[in-house]
């Protein structure tokens, strides 16, 4: 399928219309499933989400499931992606912390954590994943390489997503070499996905997620077998774009 293309002038504007279309889920099922990034890129979505809740938005029931989380980090590390998560998406949402699932990265057993957060998955359907990019084209954790049919599972990072995230942490030494996180395989099997990307850096690969061939050395460019995903980026992370490509909407 041919991901549906929508260009924002930037991030807020494209959380604003990300965030219109979580809340439009939440009306029509207050009970919905989402899936939740961490990371840069789905920050002014959360932003705009919160906002739909001063306006009277009730996302008490909603459930929200992570990607991913670090291997090695204590629980209540302010870096770990559940504290991330509970600061940029839960708390500004007034929302109860239970109904944030993250895989448990600090467990003795990390291939077991994963197993158990792959059944809890398997366990419901994800109404609506949100997604970021690397700059590798990795989505998730799923570095290039991955196999596509890859479920939940215990991952090395690569350098160049080390040194990218380097910047929310002492030093690089600092940053975890391994994490948790859903697979390939786990994130195709949501019913909606939202991809969001912003900036000059992304711009490589989205075009390679679009256009480029689908393969495991760009994770991104599986979403492509997916019947309903939408790409919606900011101004610079579209400069490789071609509209003759895909359906674009601005």
Same mark, same amino acid.
């Given at each position: 399928?041919?991901? !549906?293309? $929508? ?20 009306? *029509? +099922? ?6 939740? *990034? #961490?990371?840069?890129?789905? $920050? ?22 992570? @990607? ?20 940029? @998406? ?21 291939? *077991? ?17 949100? @997604? ?18 890859? #479920? #939940? ?40 996905? $939202?991809?969001?990307?912003?900036? $000059?850096? +992304?711009?490589?690969? !989205? ?25 919606? !980026? ?17």
């Amino acid at each position: 399928m041919t991901p !549906v293309v $929508e260009i924002s002038a930037d991030a807020d504007a494209t959380g604003s219309r990300v965030a219109e279309r979580i809340a439009a889920l939440i009306r *029509a +099922k207050p009970d919905a499933v989402v899936g939740v *990034a #961490t990371g840069s890129s789905p $920050e002014p979505v959360y932003r705009a989400l919160a906002r739909h809740i001063d306006d009277g938005l009730d996302a008490s029931g909603v459930s929200w499931f992570a @990607l991913d989380e670090y291997i090695g980090l204590p629980h209540g590390d302010p870096q770990s992606y559940r504290a991330v998560l509970e600061r940029v @998406l839960i708390e500004p949402l007034g929302l109860d912390t239970a109904s944030l699932h993250v895989p448990d990265g600090a467990a003795a057993d990390p291939d *077991a954590a994963a197993a158990a957060y792959e059944m809890a998955l398997a366990g419901t359907t994800v109404d609506l994943q949100i @997604l970021g990019i690397g700059e590798n084209g990795h989505i998730g954790f799923n570095e290039p390489g991955t196999p596509f049919t890859a #479920t #939940t599972h215990r991952a090395s990072l690569t350098r160049s997503t080390r040194m990218a995230n380097a910047r929310f942490f002492p030093s690089l030494d600092a940053v975890p070499q391994e994490c948790l996180t859903q697979g390939l395989a786990t994130i195709m099997r949501a019913r909606r996905i $939202e991809l969001v990307a912003f900036g $000059e850096r +992304k711009a490589g690969a !989205v075009a390679a997620a679009l256009y480029g061939p689908i393969t495991d050395r760009c994770p991104a460019s599986l979403l492509r077998r997916h019947p309903d995903v939408r790409v919606s !980026v900011d101004a610079e992370a579209a400069t490789e774009l071609r509209a003759t490509s895909c359906a674009v909407q601005q």
